[in-house]
């Protein structure tokens, strides 16, 4: 299915099997056609197998990976993958890897199918991939050991710390190769991230469990990964308001959910002199803020919109230092981090205990200068974290 899809998306079928044939393998022969799955067109792929392999070890596998005259990133990043489903079943049957028997693993099949999905992504100059949540279906399946529940014991090891689900679908949804490809390439899994898709491609499987049986790819160009959220902008002009009275209206309006909030000179009709009050806040608080603007300021009305922001996602975090605990957001563009900031007003109260330090000493006795030398290495600190 995931090159069914990423044919579908635009990859050369001559060129996938020209790459193939750089391994060491025979009796075998790539079926690709085009088929309707719930009435959506898709791509089928298909490996039919004329005599299958005798390996005498998983490290065969390997070995004929080595061997071929595909680029060294392609055989890296394909042996990465089997080595993952090989640590996988030997966790599973409790075996040293020489002695596992290689079953579905060790098929021709297997071996395209990996190898064939590096080589897709390769030539389709993907840089970084994502992954919806995982549907492993439900029931029992046929293995080699038996009937097993689904996932298999060997997928579920691969899909250690991967957000899955099961609904009403019975039959295996993610194979032990699935789950290898996938858990090894994706970089998270989630909702779709930022996109400009340039490209759709469908996979098409084999059984029909009642619903679409596609593995749906979208290629495009990433977008910044910034989080969308929606708030309200609250705008006020007040031109009859004593200027001495806005620290503290900005503090109750603060105190009453804002999330922002300031003041701007502005010139206003008959030359009056005046500030323009904004105030950011999320929808929920609206009402209470408006009645705190009403109650605190001069203010007989006010402008209310919604406005997007592309924001950087946050953590907060206690920083413990032998100085004390500062609180400490940090922020990311995707995974990156792109910010640390100290909360003001902690700074500030190392700031007040550094002038308390100093009434009290008086700056003379050993005992004082010791306390202001630490909480100046405090906000040197503080300052650190900062830049």
């Known amino acids: 299915m995931v090159l069914g899809a990423l044919i579908d ?34 791509t089928q792929v298909e490996i039919e197998i004329k005599k299958e392999l005798q390996l005498n070890s998983p490290s065969d596998i390997v070995k004929i990976i080595n061997r071929s005259r595909l680029s060294k990133s392609i055989k890296q990043l394909s042996i990465k993958i089997f080595r993952r489903i090989l640590a996988a079943e030997q ?3 409790a075996q040293h890897l020489d002695k596992l028997h290689l079953h579905e693993l060790g098929s021709i099949d297997t071996i395209i199918d990996i190898v064939g999905a590096v080589i897709g992504l390769k030539k389709l100059g993907i840089q970084q991939i994502y992954s919806s949540p995982l549907h492993v279906g439900k029931g029992r399946v046929k293995y080699a050991h038996g009937r097993l529940p689904v996932p298999s014991p060997a997928a579920s090891i691969l899909l250690k710390g991967i957000p899955i689900y099961s609904q009403d679908v019975e039959g295996e949804l993610v194979t032990p190769t699935g789950a290898a490809i996938i858990s090894t390439l994706a970089h998270s899994f989630g909702a779709l991230p930022k996109l400009k898709i340039d490209k759709i491609g469908y996979g098409a499987g084999t059984h029909d469990f009642g619903i679409p049986n596609l593995l749906r790819i979208f290629i495009g160009e990433a977008q910044l990964p910034t989080l969308d959220d929606t708030i309200l902008q609250i705008e006020t002009n007040i031109d009859d308001m004593d200027p001495r009275r806005y620290d503290a209206a900005i503090k109750k309006i603060m105190a009453a959910g804002a999330l922002d909030c ?26 209470r803020i408006l009645d705190t603007i009403f109650t605190v300021t001069t203010s007989i009305g006010c402008r209310v919109y919604a406005v997007t922001r592309e924001i950087l ?6 920083l413990k230092t032998k100085y004390g605990t500062i609180r400490t957001k940090a922020s990311y563009l995707g995974k990156t981090l792109k910010n640390i900031s100290l909360e003001a007003d902690d700074c500030q109260n190392l700031k007040q ?11 003379r006795d050993k005992a004082g200068k ?17 830049r």
Request: a positive charge; charged letters at 30%.
């Open 9 to 42: 998306a635009g990859l050369s079928p001559i060129y996938l099997k020209s790459e193939l044939k750089k391994l060491p393998l025979k009796n075998y022969a790539l079926k690709i056609k085009k088929v309707r799955r719930h009435g959506i067109a898709a």
């Open 91 to 93: 966790k599973v049957h």
């Open 262 to 287: 300031w003041i701007t000179p502005i010139r206003m009709k008959k030359k009056r002199a005046a500030f323009a009050l904004c105030v950011m806040a999320r929808p929920e608080d609206k009402d």
């Open 313 to 318: 996602s946050r953590k907060i975090f206690k």
């Open 353 to 363: 205990l550094l002038l308390l330090c100093q009434a009290q000493a008086g700056g």
């Open 370 to 386: 010791q306390r202001m030398r630490t909480v100046g290495a405090g906000l040197k600190l503080g300052m650190e974290l900062r």
